[in-house]
């Protein structure tokens, strides 16, 4: 399974738990699946495989209340060549310094077990889902 791992100097050194599948937030009336397509092409600087056959897994709702809804293709994206957007962030705090950071600063694949481990907790349920899928 492709996680991605947030950019950032609060994520930097934190690894379990916090691995995510690439999303994004999409506004009210806007197509999930379209969104999804979209920021998994930002966050990894690549389009996502195969457009047509996407197996959804569903949704889940995550602690700070964000709303993730996910979908899964096969594909052999390496992840050494992934580049994504970027961010602006005041640091270090309140020195007046605004800093650029990548929104996901690697990838990487792992086998479900290991995802399982590393991914947010509220997104765990997308890996069991996957599993069924195999």
């Not at 009210?28 to 056959?53: H, I, K, N, V, W």
């Not at 007046?96 to 690697?106: H, L, S, T």
């Amino acid at each position: 399974m492709l996680l991605v791992h947030p950019g950032g100097p609060f994520w930097a050194k934190k690894d379990l738990g916090v691995w995510s599948i690439p999303k994004g937030e999409y506004e009210e009336g806007e197509d999930a699946r379209a969104c999804a397509l979209r920021e998994f092409e930002e966050e990894l600087g690549a389009p996502p495989p195969d457009r047509d056959d996407l197996a959804p897994l569903g949704t889940t709702r995550q602690a700070g209340g964000k709303l993730v809804t996910a979908w899964a293709a096969e594909g052999d994206i390496d992840p050494t060549g992934v580049h994504s957007n970027t961010f602006g962030l005041e640091w270090p705090p309140r020195s007046g310094v605004m800093r650029e950071f990548p929104e996901i600063d690697r990838a990487q694949w792992f086998p479900l077990g290991e995802a399982r481990r590393r991914i947010n907790p509220a997104q765990a349920v997308f890996v069991n889902r996957l599993g069924n899928e195999l």
